[in-house]
């Protein structure tokens, strides 16, 4: 739309000393001619759009030409830069972008610099990641349904229809929160579980309370099933446990050994994997069941080599 172009072409000038027309063509996928309207344009709607002519010409905004900056200071500004930062690596949508355009161009200060950087592109990987994440953001923003095939941690594959609700990345993977038709309750599922995904053309089955609060919620409701457990570790692998683990140091030996508590999902695979991989060094100590489930794992890998 014009009025999208327009605002984007003062976004994109007040970010940069002098833009020739050819790059603001290019960027916003119109002619040069379209362009010289739109500055036409601006300049009769007050904006103070000056032209520079030879072979380095281009557009720019008098510096004179002063935007509101009073919302936040430039501390602040850093870490609203950082955030969205760190959001374009985890998730390639144009309008991100924008968005950061915008930031900067309040900014009174354009040469911030940033102490943090947030690096979030593991978000990235695995297929199609990306194509899920725009999907579902579409219907979300639509209020239309969704379709797909889930497979669970039981290994058992269900069709299910949804109201989407909200993206959200945590437990080191990104989840649709969702009211479940079949269910008729609120749902967390695991995008890399999900196949043949595609919205539905219907409307939400019904307006639903606010993302942050339903969450919430459900969150305070965790029906998930825990163990905990307790495990006797060699100092050599303290820092790959306290990483992976993430559990609590009970006991620590002269020789620098520990015993750590876990509190974990039951039928979440990470930890299980970690403490197989981690051989000799590990050694469980309770429950009993995890003992024996350790034991049946370590046959069947016996049996197959």
């Known amino acids: 739309m014009k009025i999208e172009r327009l605002l984007g072409i003062v976004i994109f000038l007040l970010n940069r000393e002098k833009v020739s027309a050819r790059t603001l063509a290019e960027k916003f996928e119109v002619s040069h001619r379209t362009i010289q309207r739109d500055i036409e344009t601006l300049n009769m709607s007050g904006i103070p759009i000056v032209s520079f002519y030879g072979t380095d010409g281009g557009y720019g905004i008098l510096n004179s030409f002063k935007m509101e900056r009073q919302l936040a200071n430039d501390t602040d500004y850093s870490y609203i830069l950082t955030a969205l930062k760190g959001l374009i690596t985890a998730y390639g949508n144009p309008n991100i972008e924008k968005t950061l ?3 900067v161009s309040v900014s009174s200060n354009k040469s911030l610099t940033n102490n943090i950087s947030l690096d979030f592109g593991v978000l990235r990987e695995g297929r199609d990641t990306d194509k899920r994440i725009q999907l579902i953001e579409n219907a979300i923003s639509r209020k239309k349904m969704i379709s797909f095939d889930y497979t669970n941690a039981e290994n058992w594959t269900s069709q299910l229809e949804v109201d989407p609700i909200l993206l959200t990345y945590k437990w080191y993977a990104w989840y649709l929160f969702a009211f479940c038709i079949e269910k008729q309750d609120y749902r967390l599922y695991k995008l890399v579980r999900m196949t043949n995904a595609y919205v539905i ?3 939400i089955s019904k307006e639903h309370e606010s993302a942050d609060v339903l969450m919430a919620r459900y969150e305070a409701n965790d029906n998930r099933k825990y163990l905990t457990c307790k495990i006797r570790c060699k ?3 303290k820092v790959f446990v306290m990483e992976y683990l993430n559990g609590s140091i009970e006991k620590e030996y002269v020789n620098g050994d520990f015993i750590m508590k876990l509190n974990v999902i ?10 197989l991989s981690l051989g000799n060094k590990v050694l469980v100590l309770e429950p009993e069941e995890l003992k024996q489930r350790i034991l049946q794992k370590a046959r069947e890998i016996v049996e197959i080599y």
């Open 201 to 203: 053309d219907k409307h």
């Open 235 to 237: 100092a050599e692998v």
């Open 266 to 275: 039951q039928n979440e695979h990470l930890w299980f994997g970690t403490i």
């Open 101 to 103: 355009e915008k930031i």
